[in-house]
């Protein structure tokens, strides 16, 4: 199974994006999806959002609210949907399979004026 994000790019304060991930293989015995993120400078890659193959999602508190995560079993993608970007929302967003530790290349999103 690989996995492919894409749709980062520099943003302004309070803009959007759509991140996508294209997964090769079937996703439907995946239970979990996922988003982490690695800030500028730091090793650790953070939890963003998880969706469970059920569809129910979870998020980390700073993104409630402001990002949606959704997934599409027939089509093999996972979507992440980030609204109000703030600067400290710059990272490199990568998608994975976090039970499984399939991870894909992350995607750069730059949040900056």
């Known amino acids: 199974v690989q996995l492919q994000a894409s749709g980062g790019g520099l943003v302004q304060p309070g803009g959007s994006l759509r991140l996508s991930c294209v997964v090769s293989g079937s996703m439907s015995s995946i239970n979990v999806m996922g988003w982490y993120r690695q800030a500028p400078g730091k090793t650790q890659r953070d939890l963003v959002a998880?969706?469970?193959?059920?569809?129910?999602?979870d998020y980390v508190d700073s993104v409630k609210g402001r990002f949606t995560i959704s997934r599409d079993n027939a089509k093999n993608m996972v979507y992440l949907q980030m609204k109000s970007l703030e600067s400290e929302d710059t990272a490199v967003y990568y998608c994975?399979?976090?039970?499984?530790?399939?991870w894909g290349k992350g995607t750069l999103v730059t949040v900056s004026s």
């Open positions: 994975c399979a976090p039970e499984l530790n399939y």
């Open positions: 998880t969706i469970t193959i059920a569809g129910r999602p």
